[in-house]
């Protein structure tokens, strides 16, 4: 067996194990994103205008600012400046939570504002107040139409972790580096590394499809009929 | 630029917060830097300073994990607690003294550099003959070779990278006529690549000491008591024999 391939083999369940490592890092950052970026959306679509402003001033801030400087400002300021005992793994999928919150709440308000504005006032005629109309009118449709943008955010998210290695996160890219330089085989590990990234953006998007599919309502969509 | 803001951190975030009793150390290593410190077969770290600590930490009644962190980071980790050591190969320089305190010195390091197997250059054509030499960043031997540019007069062009394994690497695609980097690291790199030592290139030798904060003047003690004994022990020649230190 030719050394390259070898050294593969050996690296695998080590490189496998960073594989999930940076599953969950995207997994854990993608909701707290989806918990952040409804909230934002909803409070920029129907605030009020500090808060519109307030929450402006987030968004414009996390798309702003890279996410590795972000990665440093976070791990090595903030959350030790609060006592926060976060290790690289917590840190990372919180400051990827909060960055792909504040471009998915663009992605929210766009789907929200694409709605009819007759869809809130009929609702208030029936005597919802506005947090029903928001929860049980407004939401489960433009989390339905968000899907597909969302699935981008995912697979930007993903390849973004990537840059957890600075901080010692043990996902993929750190791993990929730490046998490279033991083993002077970069070549063969960082394609299989990118194969790694591959397979997740692949699982993750074709999960998304299928949901996508699976909540649709018949006759809402235009999907294959035009 | 991250270099500068991680300084401003560390010097922001130097004077909070106390020391923690030390019965759990966290060893922060640069994973990057074989024979020293690597990732081994089986996922977990290694090298001569991985097994220096663990034997240290045992003497000393205590638990040492290690944690693989970025070179350029390092410092800034131990200063802002994320780690309470730094054993990993790392140089004494009058710079870093200013941040950390070290042990007492453990092992000399050249500095050396490599070029391609079969090479005609020489150390005189690579100082101050227009070549580009590829070196870790935040490393001593990158700061010197940059300050000597305007001091000695020297024309080449550095390359940074963020491991010496990766200068290597570009040395072999042929982007970089030499890597500059520490003897150990650089044996260990000829013994897997067809690079081969060129030799010291002017840079005086340094001691590898390890780190810790400043405050933490009783774990500095009892490390560098330890660090003695291991010393005086046949174990040290047996740890330089393994990681074939004495090539």
């Known amino acids: 067996m030719p050394t390259s391939l070898s050294v593969l083999v050996d690296a695998l369940p080590y490189l496998l194990q960073g594989t999930f490592n940076t599953a969950v890092i995207v997994s854990a950052a993608m909701l707290l994103g989806l918990l952040l970026g409804v909230a934002i959306a909803v409070g920029l679509v129907y605030g009020n205008r500090p808060l519109r402003f307030v929450l402006g001033l987030y968004v414009w801030f996390f798309r702003g600012v890279p996410v590795l400087v972000l990665l440093f400002l976070f791990y090595f300021g903030l ?12 840190s990372v999928s919180i400051v990827l939570g909060m960055t792909t919150g504040a471009y998915q709440a663009n992605i929210f308000k766009g789907a929200m504002l694409s709605l009819p504005r007759g869809q809130f006032k009929a609702a208030s005629a029936l005597g919802m107040t506005d947090l029903q109309t928001i929860r049980s009118i407004i939401l489960p449709q433009i989390l339905r139409l968000s899907i597909p943008a969302w699935s981008n955010e995912y697979s930007i998210i993903l390849k973004d972790s990537a840059l957890a290695f600075v901080i010692g996160a043990p996902e993929i890219m750190a791993r990929t580096q730490f046998v490279a330089s033991r083993t002077y085989q970069p070549l063969p590990l960082y394609i299989a590394a990118g194969l790694l990234y591959f397979l997740l953006t692949w699982l993750g998007v074709a999960a998304l499809r299928t949901l996508e599919h699976r909540l649709r309502i018949p006759g809402y969509t235009h999907h294959g009929n035009p | 630029m ?10 922001l975030l130097l004077t909070s917060g106390q020391s923690m009793a030390a019965t759990k150390l966290v060893n922060g290593i640069d994973a990057n830097f074989p024979p020293f410190a690597f990732i081994d077969k089986t996922g977990q770290p290694s090298g001569f300073d991985v097994e220096a600590m663990n034997w240290i930490a045992k003497d000393m009644g205590v638990e040492v994990s290690h944690q693989p962190i970025e070179w350029d980071g390092i410092i800034t980790s131990l200063l802002t607690k994320k780690i309470d050591i730094i054993a990993s190969g790392m140089s004494i320089t009058p710079e870093r003294a200013k941040q950390v305190a070290f042990t007492q010195p453990y092992w000399i390091i050249k500095n050396v550099f490599v070029v391609k197997k079969g090479s005609a250059l020489t150390v005189e054509t690579l100082l101050k003959g227009k070549k580009i030499i590829g070196v870790q960043q935040g490393t001593p031997e990158a700061k010197w070779l940059k300050e000597q540019i305007a001091t000695q007069r020297f024309d080449y062009e550095l390359k940074y990278y963020n491991s010496s394994p990766l200068a290597v690497e570009d040395l072999l695609n042929g982007r970089i006529d030499a890597a500059a980097m520490n003897d150990a690291p650089a044996t260990d790199a000829a013994g897997k690549k067809a690079v081969q030592i060129l030799g010291t290139f002017g840079m005086e030798q340094e001691d590898f000491g390890y780190a ?5 003047k009783e774990l500095l003690d009892r490390i560098n008591t330890s660090l003695k004994k291991l010393m005086a022990s046949p174990d040290w020649e047996a740890l330089q024999n393994k990681y074939e230190l004495n090539k």
Do not use: I
């Not at chain 1, 959350?79 to 793994?89: E, I, K, S, V, W």
């Open chain 1, 79 to 90: 959350f030790t400046y609060l006592g926060l005992p976060f290790n690289a793994l917590v």
């Open chain 2, 212 to 216: 810790v904060r400043k405050e933490d």
């Open chain 2, 2 to 11: 991250f270099r500068a803001l991680l300084l401003f951190l560390s010097a």
